[in-house]
């Protein structure tokens, strides 16, 4: 059951080439209690599996600190450091002794973040820090990282020590947010989306209630989470092109009143093996996570990523159309060929009840917002599907993994640069399962 299946939202209606069409209008994704406060130093840990501790990800990309931005004196990952948190200095990033972890995310979230306040607010942004850290252990469940655990007492570790040091440096001390790295494990443990999605619930809210038991804070703490990508590599012991974990992860971002805010889908970055991230992509990544904490923490955007909201189902002589209205950040939306290679049909497919295929004749772009799919059979009651086009193990990736070609056009503007590679940084639609209820009329969504 996804959470597109299950938001019953407001409902109007309007008729375009002689089709009824039917506009959900989507609700905020997620409402916070108290509105995100920044401190002079605020903690954002790197939490979940290996791609939060940068594995493989070398030789590293951030060797020197130009935004001001603090570790602890045990390094971006203190365990490895014989968790000294006596003192802060300078965040740069390091290969870990045993030379498997290299550049983490949150260097770039941090630096991203950091760049962007400065060009809006300089004074504020010289008051202004991150203190860092990367916490996370590879290869596990989520259920290995929330409270109770070893992993989850580095961050209370981190909470007591960053108020400690701050309080000494008479400096206001809070946690906004942490990253979110984490699914692979639970997909190929065959997890169901709703067993996931209740324990992330749970891990955000016992992170925010002790979080504000050891700051005092009364602002929420935010998940600036992903989308995983990389479930065909786990083809072997899960063999599906359904991934679970990623619907999972895009109906909690979608959800009301939820504080899991998907920054990006993975499936545009590059991978050093098929799991994991090369040091230019890791970098990236963060970056992607710090442009929509700038967004949300300063900008007060309530963020959503791009997904279906509306359709119509119509006739074209003997073929069947489904014009399909998107939630667009920046449109308008476009059919990325040459950063993503087709997998065919851009990424989307139809299937009926029973999971079997439907032929789609053509998938085309119909105006700034929205996806018109030509197909042969009548698809009401079908579901239209992203980026599950193929079933079999493959490495994860922009041109051999789980994929689609469909983006908006932010990176018309919001660039990047790392090792003098300039970056588009385009919103990428996640994976989704969209019902298409009905064809003469809207009906509410429902569970399966």
Same mark, same amino acid.
């Given at each position: ?10 409902? =109007? ?46 030789? &590293? ?21 014989? @968790?000294? *948190? ?18 983490? +995310? ?30 996370? &252990?590879?290869?596990? =469940? #989520? ?28 400096? =206001?001390?809070?946690? +906004? ?67 679970? #974990? ?12 939820? *504080?899991?805010? $998907? ?17 230019? $992509? ?32 119509? /006739? ?5 159309? &489904? ?5 667009? +950040? ?14 065919? @049909? ?41 980026? $599950? ?17 469909? *983006? ?9 640069? #790392?090792?003098?590679? &300039? ?15 009905? /064809? ?9």
């Amino acid at each position: 059951m996804t959470m597109i299946q299950r938001i019953v939202m407001k409902v =109007s209606t309007c008729f375009r080439t002689g089709v009824l069409f039917c506009l959900l209008m989507a609700g905020s994704p997620y409402g916070f209690a108290e509105k995100p406060v920044l401190t002079d130093w605020n903690y954002l840990p790197s939490y979940g599996q290996s791609l939060s501790v940068g594995w493989t990800a070398k030789p &590293v990309v951030t060797t020197e600190q130009k935004n001001g931005n603090l570790m602890f004196k045990g390094g971006v990952r203190p365990f490895e450091g014989g @968790n000294d *948190r006596s003192a802060v200095i300078p965040l740069v990033e390091g290969i870990s002794p045993d030379g498997a972890r290299g550049e983490t +995310p949150v260097s770039g979230a941090a630096g991203n973040f950091m760049r962007l306040l400065k060009k809006r607010d300089s004074g504020k942004a010289s008051n202004v820090r991150f203190l860092c850290s990367a916490d996370g &252990v590879g290869g596990v =469940s #989520i259920g290995v990282l929330s409270k109770g655990n070893a992993p989850y007492q580095r961050i209370l570790d981190d909470l007591t020590a960053g108020r400690e040091l701050a309080s000494k440096a008479g400096k =206001s001390f809070s946690m +906004p947010c942490f990253l979110w790295t984490q699914g692979e494990t639970d997909q190929q443990d065959r997890k169901t989306g709703e067993w996931y999605k209740e324990k992330m619930r749970a891990l955000i809210q016992d992170i925010d209630a002790d979080a504000k038991a050891v700051t005092g804070q009364k602002n929420d703490v935010l998940c600036f989470g992903y989308q995983v990508a990389s479930h065909l590599n786990y083809f072997a012991q899960n063999p599906t092109d359904y991934p679970a #974990i990623a619907v999972a992860q895009l109906d909690l971002a979608l959800e009301k009143d939820s *504080r899991y805010i $998907m920054t990006t889908p993975m499936y545009h970055f590059s991978y050093s093996d098929g799991v994991h991230l090369t040091a230019p $992509m890791s970098r990236l990544y963060g970056e992607y996570a710090g442009y929509v904490m700038y967004k949300v923490l300063v900008e007060g955007v309530h963020w959503k990523p791009i997904h279906p909201v509306a359709h119509a189902v119509g /006739r074209k002589g003997k073929d069947w159309t &489904v014009d399909v209205k998107f939630f667009v +950040p920046v449109p308008p939306l476009a059919l990325d060929t040459k950063t993503i290679l087709d997998p065919g @049909n851009y990424g989307f497919s139809l299937v009926n009840g029973l999971g079997e295929p439907l032929e789609i004749k053509s998938v085309t772009l119909n105006g700034r917002d929205a996806v018109r799919i030509i197909t042969s059979s009548d698809p009401s009651g079908c579901h239209l599907r992203y980026g $599950m086009t193929l079933k079999e193990k493959l490495p994860s990736g922009p041109r051999t993994g789980a994929r689609g070609c469909l *983006r908006d056009s932010q990176g018309e503007k919001v660039k990047t640069r #790392i090792q003098d590679v &300039v970056y588009r940084m385009d919103n990428w639609c996640p994976f989704f399962d969209y019902p298409l209820d009905s /064809r003469n009329g809207m009906n509410k969504t429902k569970s399966r």
